[in-house]
């Protein structure tokens, strides 16, 4: 482990106040020894950076997957008061509500057999992925304005989904507050031509089936069995997300000194939450959260139609688990020694987990706590887990979102050979569609953590239960 | 002028150098173009941009930040750069083509430019900027 740091629990480590100058709270992770060899000093620095932000409330956290970001760390957690503390879009990313869903069909891998690889082409096909994707949907300025306000019931309302999904949705697919005027020009026309695009990165839509159930209890509350095939989707806003972080970042660079905030980090502008500037990128960030659950809810509506059509079963027979965001800010209402507070939890590739009984759970779920969905990389498993109580006592009812890399794209490109990969994923099983192979090599499977270690130290730390394990047989790639 | 990517392994990490401030600002647009979309030709697509800001910094994050706006919402690809900046002033003409998803493909998306140690130093041959691309 890093100097300067103290072990205070098996997995929990400590940053001390004064391993950067001005912190306000110290630091807080979450990590195996293992997970420790990859860790890196520039990402506990802005963990300790965020802790020196006005109004941080008890300690500024990092999940498992921590690396190194820009402004927050990625896998980073923190709670701003509402009236003395600040609000930061790089304490929530460019790609506001990036995020996961996932749904089961009523199919098993013996159904899939020798239609695998015409159920990949037809999904490609239908879901326009990649650099350039461009949604065959024609919203208006209008639509975008009803989508940015009412997120995934905007699709619903549109034939693109049933009501049920929307209860299964984090925040039933939509954030209270959009503020669609506080979205420039610029983001507006980035978002009409993208909804239902997928995008690219490590985004995917993936064909999995649920290898392995760890918690029969909860698997049945959430409706999934053993050898069940199901199918994900991982992505965000889109161009408009990203319009709406870099106009505010450049609106919020502005602000903070004006409200007498000193920065150790450009990346980390900010305005405090109760200001005009603070309301207006809390707004805008809401409209492009919103953005996101229509455009994740119209994707898997694609998926649906394509499955029904292939195998003969009914669009219903899909039941979405739950859809999690893991890059947002949020208003929400928290234990603070002892009294029920409301504080602005930002969330940089980190996910809710709220425990058992917590409010904004699920009727259905209310016993067990929300599903915590973490994908796995490319050629991977991905996992189901459920919130719990510890969750909410430690880290805002928070976990890790993903498996973060280990291995940078220059290196990836150079150890890792696209055609190869996908021939090799291939063999095991696992069909590969993209745009080019080039484009495979980054997001091979080898530049992540081991996404089963970052899943494990959750479960192990009590930040969320390991509720199943799901293998990818046929990945969409972004 | 070049441009060279350095380890990073949550994003990309770029080195560009240029003799001018002018060629500076070109190579970042072209670096930037080169993680997006691989190689690109001049196809007669010309675009001009203008954009202002208070400081070096600044312009180059806003400058790169329009050519993502513009790239996106035009399909175009670009592979020369040809800027002119006064003061904290930039005006740019972009020359390019179409986006073409059969020979644009092995690149990715740049979801923004971070802010996070960009500095342009002045060294004895010109200009150097290390600039973090979210992807």
């Known amino acids: 482990m890093l100097t300067g740091i103290n072990k205070v629990g098996d997995l929990e480590w400590e940053v001390p106040i004064g391993y950067v100058p001005d912190m306000r709270v110290p630091g807080r992770f979450f990590l195996s020894r293992t997970l420790a060899e990859t860790l890196e000093e520039g990402a506990v620095r802005q ?148 909804l239902g695009t997928l995008g690219a990165g490590n985004h995917f839509l993936e064909v999995q089936v649920a290898r392995e159930i760890v918690d029969p209890e909860a698997a049945k509350v959430f409706g999934i069995a053993e050898g069940q095939v199901c199918f994900m989707v991982h992505c965000g806003s889109r161009g408009l997300g990203h319009q709406v972080a870099t106009d505010y970042l450049r609106t919020l660079e502005g602000a903070h000194s004006k409200y007498g905030i000193r920065l150790p980090d450009r990346q980390l502008a900010c305005a405090p939450v109760d200001s005009p500037e603070g309301r207006a990128y809390y707004g805008g960030m809401v409209s492009a959260a919103n953005y996101a659950w229509a455009n994740r809810q119209v994707i898997m509506h694609e998926a649906r139609k394509v499955f029904a059509q292939l195998f003969g079963i009914e669009y219903d027979e899909m039941r979405l688990i739950y859809d999690v965001a893991h890059n947002v ?63 909410m006592q430690k880290t805002w009812g ?38 080019s192979d ?7 499977p080898d530049v992540y953590k081991p996404s089963g270690e970052v899943v494990r130290v959750v479960h192990e730390a009590g930040l969320s239960d390991i509720v199943a394990r799901l293998e990818p047989l046929g990945v969409i790639k972004g | ?21 002018n060629e500076l600002f070109a190579e970042a647009g072209r ?51 040809d800027v002119e900046i006064r003061g904290t002033r930039l005006s740019a ?14 690149g990715t998306v740049v979801k923004g430019i971070s802010y996070f140690g960009l500095e342009i130093v002045k060294e004895e041959e010109g200009y150097v900027v290390e600039i973090i691309f979210d992807i």
């Open chain 1, 438 to 444: 080039a484009a495979l090599a980054e997001e091979a």
């Open chain 2, 93 to 106: 003409v972009l020359r390019g083509e179409p986006f073409d998803p059969a020979r644009h493909s092995a």
């Open chain 1, 329 to 391: 800010a949020k208003f929400e209402r928290h234990d603070v020694d002892g009294v029920s507070t409301e504080v602005c939890v930002h969330r940089k590739g980190a996910t809710r987990a709220f425990g058992p009984g917590a409010e904004g759970v699920p009727h259905e779920y209310a016993a067990v706590g929300q599903p915590v969905i973490i994908p796995g990389s490319m050629g991977t498993s991905s996992y189901l887990l459920h919130g719990t109580t510890a969750a």
């Open chain 1, 47 to 194: 963990l300790a950076n965020v802790a020196t932000l006005p109004g941080i409330v008890k300690h500024s956290l990092a999940m498992p997957d921590i690396h190194w970001g820009y402004g927050f760390p990625i896998g980073g957690v923190a709670a701003f008061d509402m009236t003395e503390g600040v609000i930061s879009p790089g304490g929530v990313g460019f790609d506001i509500n990036c995020g996961v869903r996932l749904i089961t069909t009523p199919l098993t891998e013996a159904d899939l057999a020798r239609r695998k690889r015409d159920l990949v082409e037809r999904l490609f096909d239908a879901v326009p992925t990649g650099v350039g994707g461009k949604s065959t949907m024609r919203i208006s300025n209008k639509d975008l304005s009803a989508i940015m306000v009412d997120g995934a019931r905007w699709a619903v309302e549109h034939g693109l989904g049933t009501e049920a999904d929307l209860v299964r949705c984090e925040g039933e697919g939509a954030m209270p507050g959009a503020d669609p005027d506080a979205v420039s020009a610029k983001a507006r026309q980035r978002g009409v031509p993208q």
């Open chain 2, 1 to 21: 002028m070049s441009f060279e990517e350095l380890e990073h392994t949550a994003d990309v990490l770029m080195r560009v150098r240029g003799a001018t401030l």
């Open chain 2, 31 to 81: 670096a930037m173009f080169s993680v997006m979309y691989g190689p690109c030709e001049d196809r007669g697509v010309e675009r001009r941009i203008e954009v202002e800001a208070e400081n070096l910094e600044s312009l180059l994050i806003d400058y790169l930040s329009e050519l993502l706006f513009v790239t996106e919402v035009e399909n175009t690809v670009f592979c020369t750069f």
């Open chain 1, 398 to 435: 928070s976990t890790c979102h993903g498996a973060g890399r280990v291995l940078s794209r220059s290196k990836a490109k150079k150890e890792v050979h696209g055609k190869e990969l996908r021939e090799r994923l291939a063999g095991e099983g696992i069909l590969v569609r993209a745009h």
